[in-house]
Each structure stands twice: as C-alpha cells, then as structure tokens.
C-alpha cells in the first residue's frame, strides 16, 4: 500500500518540473554550505560538487537529463538576463576602466584569439573529433554565449556548457596560483586575465580575493563575450580555409 | 517591485537583443547585444537605477548557480567525454592556462610600451 502511494507520488514529481527546479537548488544550497565549511577551498567549488550531487541522484532515481531539465530550464533560462545584467558592473567600473583602456582591449583581443586557437589545436593534436574541437573553441566565455557561438560554428552547444563549467572551476583554481608564480601583482592585470580564460566563475573566485580584481575579471568576461562572438566564426571559417578537411 | 522593475527592464533589453540579433541575422548572441544595448543606455543616461542595480545584483550574486542545469548535461556525454578524455583534458588544463599566461602577459606588455613612451618624447 505505502509502497504504491510512493510509486504514485513518484510518477507525479518526476512529470512535473518541480522536482528538477528544486532539486538544482536543494544541491547548490548544500555545495555552497559545504565550501563555505570547508573555508573557500577552491577544489570544493560549489558548481562542480552541485553537478556530481544532482548527477548522482538522476543515476540513483533512473530519472533522465531531459526529464531533469523540464525544471532545470528556468534557472537555466536566468543566463541570458544575467549576461545582460553584467552592463550594471560595467559600467560602474567604466571610469576605471578607461585609465586602461588601450592595454585592456589589446590584453581582450590577443587573450580571446589565442584562447580559441590554443584549445583547438592542442584538442586537435591530441585527436579530438572535429565536432569536440569546435565544441571546445568557445569554452573560456559564459555559458549562454558560449553555447550560442557553438552553435553556430558547428560544435554541441550542450557540450560546449559542460567544458565552459569545467574551464571555468580550473580557471579559479589555477588562477591565483599562476600569478603568484608569475609574480604579477596588479589585482587589474590579474582580473582582466581571470575574465577572459575563465568567465563568471572565475569572476566569482576574483570577487573573493579583491572588490577590484572581481570588477576588472567581469569586465573582462562581458567584453570577451562580446570579442569571442563577434571574432570566432571569422577564426574558425579562417582555420578551414587554410587547413581543409580537419574541422 | 524594485526587483520586478529591474528583472522586466533586463528581459526587455534581452528580448530587443534576440529579435534585433534574428532581424539582421548578426553573428552574436542575443543577450550579448542586450548586454551592450543596455550599456549604451547607462552611459547615454549616465547613471544606474536602484532597480536595475537591485536585480542585476541579484542575478549576478548568484551566477555560479545558473551553470548548474547546463552543467548536469555532461551525463549526457559521458562516453564521448571518456572516448575523448585526453585531448579533452589536456585542451582544457593547457587552453585555460595559455589564454591567462597570455592575457595578462599582454596587458602587462602594454602597459609598460605605454608608459614608456611619454618618457621618450620628452
């Protein structure tokens, strides 16, 4: 009896997106509780452990992504005005930005083409299918973007989300470390880099080492969205025109 | 209604973004355009709202949440990530890497050719 109004219940929160909505937030509430204990630890960054957390429970209850997703989507849905709304932090360090303005652009423009190439070549030398080369092409900008370029130079947008995720929790982990090793001081220098390899998340990690660092980092992230969308397609028609068949 | 004001006037920028994007058929995403529109805007206007800066707060202080979703999606390419892992791995580590080592090296770069050159003109 219990047992066939648990399977009854079940049938009805696994046809309603309620479930997939709260779940993703029950998860990223528990995997910000447990960074936060844990003191920051980068490697506990609550986007990858909210992922492996939900990952597990869809295994556990046999549910499917898209079934998930029927409740994912609308805090999915949320990039998109949240890209619009790095204009607000733009334009309030729009003063300061304009004190660097030439070394930011020139820093954006090498950072974006030389980003794009270096992870499609190095997947290519190591013989990635051209589908996860052009996947990967876009990774160091936010989601929403990223999955939109994808798209349109012929990568899997849905591909494209998961590895941008995933550059983005290297990219805070690594980041302070290499610029320590690097000895770059500049908390400007060190935001701007973070900005364009690892977008929001990296963004987030700036915001905890310094109010500028996480500035210049989400300037640098909306400005690169902006150069990755309008440079990419360019590059990757570019790419083929020169070396043919492999993409 | 702070928040509702602020929410409706980014889906608007949004939606006059995506249906801008799609009437000229331009090579960049839709809330990019938004975003730069909106940008525009606040520097035409010359200052930020209480609402705009209430929801673009609330939006942005939770970012990380809103990769989430997108990010449970690797189930699905679970045996394409495994089949691919290497040049996967090694693109991602190596990519996130060069394209910082390069950025900042480039600002840094920059910076010292500009501030070189008052010195020498005068």
Redesign the interface.
């Known amino acids: 009896m219990v047992e066939t109004d648990l399977t009854k219940i079940w049938v009805y929160l696994s046809a309603s997106p309620l479930l997939?909505l709260t779940v993703?937030?029950v998860?990223?509430l528990a995997a910000h509780r447990i960074y936060m204990l844990a003191h920051q630890n980068p490697l506990l960054?609550?986007?990858?452990t909210?992922?492996l957390m939900?990952?597990a429970f869809?295994?556990l209850t046999g549910t499917s992504?898209e079934d998930?997703?029927e409740g994912?989507?609308f805090?999915?849905f949320?990039?998109?005005?949240?890209?619009?709304?790095?204009?607000?932090?733009?334009?309030?360090q729009?003063s300061r930005l304009r004190a660097?303005l030439?070394?930011?652009v020139?820093?954006?423009l090498?950072?974006v083409v030389?980003?794009a190439l270096?992870?499609?070549t190095?997947?290519?030398?190591?013989?990635?299918?051209p589908e996860?080369q052009l996947s990967?092409a876009p990774?160091?900008v936010t989601?929403?973007?990223a999955?939109?370029?994808s798209e349109?130079i012929g990568g899997?947008p849905?591909?494209t989300?998961?590895?941008?995720?995933?550059?983005?929790i290297?990219?805070a982990l690594?980041?302070t470390r290499?610029?320590a090793l690097?000895r770059?001081r500049?908390d400007?220098?060190?935001g701007?880099?973070?900005g364009?390899?690892?977008h929001?998340?990296g963004?987030?990690r700036a915001f905890h080492v310094s109010p500028e660092m996480g500035a210049f980092s989400?300037l640098?992230m909306?400005l690169s969205?902006?150069a990755t969308?309008?440079l990419l397609?360019g590059l990757v028609d570019f790419l083929r025109a020169i070396y043919g068949g492999w993409l | 209604m702070q928040f509702l004001n602020g929410?409706t006037l980014?889906?608007v920028?949004?939606l006059v973004?995506e249906i801008t994007v799609r009437l000229f058929g331009l090579?960049?995403?839709?809330?990019?355009l938004?975003?730069?529109l909106?940008?525009l805007t606040?520097?035409i206007r010359k200052r930020?709202g209480g609402a705009?800066?209430t929801?673009?707060?609330g939006?942005?202080s939770h970012?990380?949440?809103?990769?989430?979703?997108?990010?449970?999606?690797?189930?699905?390419?679970f045996s394409?990530?495994l089949d691919?892992w290497?040049?996967?791995a090694?693109?991602?580590?190596?990519?996130?890497?060069?394209?910082?080592?390069?950025?900042?090296g480039?600002?840094?770069a920059?910076?010292r050719l500009?501030a070189r050159r008052p010195r020498r003109d005068g």
């Open positions: 997939g993703t937030l998860a990223y960054n609550p986007v990858i909210a992922i939900l990952i869809l295994k992504y998930y997703f994912g989507q805090v999915h949320l990039l998109g005005p949240a890209t619009v709304a790095l204009a607000v932090p733009l334009y309030q729009f660097v030439v070394p930011v020139v820093a954006l090498i950072g030389v980003g270096s992870s499609i190095i997947a290519w030398l190591f013989g990635a299918s996860t990967l990774k160091s989601a929403p973007v999955m939109g370029i349109q899997i849905s591909l989300a998961v590895l941008v995720v995933v550059t983005g290297l990219g690594m980041g290499l610029f690097l770059i500049d400007r220098v060190k701007i880099a973070m364009v390899a690892a929001g998340i963004t987030a989400g640098a909306a969205a902006f969308s309008a397609p | 929410i980014l889906l920028y949004q973004g090579p960049i995403p839709g809330p990019v938004g975003m730069v909106l940008f606040l520097v930020s705009l800066d929801a673009a707060n939006l942005l970012l990380s949440l809103l990769f989430v979703p997108a990010g449970v999606g690797m189930m699905v390419y394409r990530i691919e290497l040049p996967i090694l693109s991602l580590v190596l990519g996130t890497a060069i394209t910082m080592i390069v950025t900042a480039a600002m840094l920059t910076q500009l």
